[in-house]
């Protein structure tokens, strides 16, 4: 057998590893704690499960789906994006359903990056932007964040070589890993300089309903121009705790929507339509579930970033997304300290290199625990003490 060289590019998969481990772990019968993984520990609410239940019982959904999925998801997508943002949207033309937003990131690779070009990259970043650039053949050009520059890339500084290789310009506000988050200025910024360098942007933003303090993110369509230049994804993963059921969306450039809809026509066979149908629920039904489960994040979240603060890991409260970024204490690296916690307390976070070299000093948290597991998580973290430091003093 020969696999494809395609697969020996590739990074060995974060969440693979760091599931293989707690994996490990229990298996010799020791109590983890994971804060690794954003996935919402929360159920999918019971009116968007009784729709599904229903759907999936009549046979009209029973059949192979459209792939550009109902009108009705279309345009109560379209419908959703004007009363939440005020953008208008061609619910044909530039709104595309996707089968959770991984799936459409991975593809506007394919339609974008031949071999040898490149895409420009947040580092650190959500992992996908970068294997679906590698798996088109093309070059990331990872464009660093930090707490400098507000976890926000500086544009200007990319060589001029390497754009004139670039096609895609990814961004991602409400950000993962960081939590940081983009103002209309920043995006009107971004879609200036996409015009000038010929760029299609892609703006992720999985996280734009997950937010605290009453904060309310923007999303990059709102930007003046925004739809000549990119287009955005989204998901109701994170928003309605839905990431079972695999439902997301792009929209935006047409160009950009329908170039993703030929990939797509090609590749899979649509969304299951008793689930595009719970996602009409989800956009249209009662929204109480937002409000309700970001207080429980936002509880969560200065639990957490106090306990952080109180044994010297220097934590910021996010505005927004479902994590808590840390800063690892003198003396460490961001795998040391998370192997170290992981032995000594059976806690399990994710080391910021997972997310690119600027991860590097940093571990993420996720919000997405039962409150149980998290005070007793938060009381065996308690504990810490950073004997590396104490030991160099004593020396
Ligand atoms: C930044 C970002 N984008 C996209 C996704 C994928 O979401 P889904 O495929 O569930 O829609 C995630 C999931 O964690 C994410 O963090």
């Known amino acids: 057998m020969k696999l494809a060289k395609r697969l020996e590019n590739l990074p060995p998969y974060l969440f693979a590893a760091i599931g293989k481990k707690i994996a490990e772990k229990k298996a010799k019968g020791e109590d983890v704690i994971s804060f690794a993984i954003g996935d919402p520990d929360m159920p999918t609410p019971p009116h968007i ?50 089968i959770g937003s991984k799936e459409g990131i991975h593809h506007i690779a394919l339609c974008f990056i031949d071999p040898g070009d490149i895409a420009l990259i947040p580092d650190p970043g959500y992992p996908p932007y970068a294997t679906g650039t590698i798996l088109a053949g093309g070059r990331p050009y990872y464009l660093p964040l930090t707490e400098r520059n507000g976890f926000l890339p500086d544009l200007k500084a990319i060589p001029f070589d390497v754009l004139q290789k670039a096609k895609l310009l990814w961004l991602n506000y409400p950000h993962n890993p960081t939590g940081a988050v983009a103002d209309l200025d920043f995006f009107n910024r971004s879609v200036q300089f996409a015009r000038q360098h010929n760029l299609a942007v892609c703006h992720d933003a999985p996280y734009s309903e997950v937010a605290f303090d009453g904060y309310q993110p923007v999303s990059f369509l709102q930007a003046e121009g925004a739809k000549e230049v990119g287009m955005e994804f989204h ?161």
């Open 49 to 98: 499960i009784k729709r599904l239940c229903q759907a999936a019982q009549d046979p009209a959904n029973h059949h192979y789906p459209d792939t550009d999925s109902l009108p009705e998801l279309r345009r109560t997508i379209a419908g959703w994006y004007q009363s939440r943002f005020g953008v208008s949207l061609d619910a044909d033309r530039e709104v595309l359903p996707l």
């Open 235 to 395: 998901s109701l993963s994170k928003s309605y705790n839905m990431t079972g059921w695999r439902i997301g969306m792009a929209v935006g450039n047409v160009e950009m929507i329908t170039a993703l809809k030929t990939i797509k026509s090609n590749w899979d066979s649509g969304i299951p339509q008793a689930i595009q149908y719970a996602a009409i629920e989800a956009l249209t039904g009662p929204q109480g579930c937002i409000p309700e489960h970001n207080a429980i994040y936002q509880r969560r979240r200065d639990l957490l970033v106090e306990t952080l603060n109180s044994i010297g890991l220097e934590a910021r409260p996010a505005k927004a997304s479902l994590y808590v970024w840390a800063k690892v204490p003198e003396g460490y690296n961001s795998v040391e300290f998370a192997s170290d916690i992981l032995d000594k307390y059976g806690i399990v976070v994710t080391p910021g290199t997972g997310y690119g070299k600027q991860g590097e000093n940093y571990i993420r948290l996720s919000l997405t625990i039962p409150d149980a597991s998290l005070v007793k998580g938060l009381s065996r973290l308690s504990g810490w003490r950073n004997t590396r430091v104490m030991s160099k003093t004593k020396r």
